[in-house]
C-alpha cells in the first residue's frame, strides 16, 4: 500500500490532511479517490492507516484507521565531505533508505566548500522524504548544516555507548568489528567520511586524539559516496548482531 508523507500538525486525532504538491501528487499523479485506503507517515516514527474523505487539486482530507509506531532507538549520524556534482543527492536518498539518522557535511582542508543555499537543502530533504516514502521508513533523516571538520569531531560523545569511527586509507589493519565488544552494544554511531583527496594526517592525528577511532574499509580506495554506504551499512550490521 502507497506510503506517504503527512505534516504532524496536519494529523489530528483521527483526521488528516494533505495539501500543497502532495495533494496534486496523490490525486493527480497517483490518481487516489475518495473511500481509498492509503498509508501515511509523520516523519516521526508514527505509521497511520487512514481512509480519504474528500480530493480536490488543493487539500486531501481523510480518517485515520489505525496506527503504529516503528523508529530505530539507534542512532547513526554520518558526517561527509561533499562529493562533486550531483552525487550528493544520491548520497542522500541512499543514506535515508538504509537508515542513516542524520547527514552533517563537512568542510576539511582538501574538500568541496560545504555551503547550502535554502533551496538546496529544502531539495535535498525532499529527497530524504521521499526515500522514506519509498522504503516504508517512519522517521525522516534530518539533513544538517555544515560544520567544520574540527567542530564535527569535538562536539561527538567519546565513551563505550558510542563508536566514532574515521574510515582512512592509510590505515590497513583493524577493522570495524575490533573495536566493538561482544559484551555490550553502543546506542550511537558517528562515522566520518573524508574528501576525494582524503583528510591530511594532521586532521587524523585531530581525530584520535579525541577518541575518534581509524578503520579500513579494504584495499580499495573508494569514491565519498561508496564508502559512506559501505561504512554506514557495516555499522547497522554491527549493531544488529550485538
Known amino acids: ?134 522504503c516504508e521508513r517512519n522517521d525522516i533523516m534530518k539533513i544538517n548544516d555544515p560544520l567544520d571538520f574540527k567542530i564535527a569531531c569535538a562536539n561527538v560523545l567519546t565513551n563505550n555507548r558510542y563508536m566514532n569511527i574515521l574510515p582512512w586509507e592509510s590505515e590497513n589493519k583493524v577493522l570495524l568489528n575490533h573495536l566493538s565488544s561482544r559484551s555490550s552494544s553502543f546506542v550511537e554511531a558517528n562515522i566520518f567520511i573524508g574528501p576525494e583527496g582524503g583528510f591530511e594526517d594532521e586532521e587524523v592525528e585531530l581525530a584520535k586524539s579525541l577518541g575518534i577511532k581509524t578503520i579500513t574499509l579494504g584495499n580499495n580506495i573508494l569514491r565519498i559516496e561508496t564508502a559512506a554506504i559501505v561504512a554506514s551499512i557495516l555499522v547497522l550490521l554491527l549493531h544488529q548482531q550485538l
Open 1 to 134: 500500500m502507497s506510503h506517504f508523507y503527512v505534516k504532524p500538525e496536519a494529523i489530528r486525532e483521527k483526521t488528516f490532511s494533505i495539501s500543497g504538491e502532495q495533494a496534486h501528487y496523490v490525486s493527480t499523479v497517483r490518481r487516489f479517490k475518495p473511500n481509498d485506503e492509503i498509508m501515511i507517515f509523520d516523519g516521526l516514527g508514527n505509521s497511520y492507516k487512514a481512509k480519504i474523505n474528500s480530493v480536490n487539486k488543493n487539500e486531501i482530507v481523510g480518517n485515520i484507521l489505525s496506527s503504529s509506531y516503528k523508529k530505530s532507538e539507534f542512532v547513526l549520524k554520518l558526517y561527509t565531505s561533499i562529493p562533486k556534482g550531483d552525487r550528493f543527492e544520491w548520497l542522500v536518498e541512499k543514506c535515508a533508505e538504509i537508515g542513516v539518522s542524520e547527514i552533517t557535511p563537512i568542510n576539511t582542508k582538501r574538500s568541496v566548500n560545504a555551503n547550502f543555499s535554502k533551496n538546496k537543502l529544502e531539495r535535498y530533504e525532499k529527497i530524504s522524504i521521499a526515500a522514506s516514502s519509498q
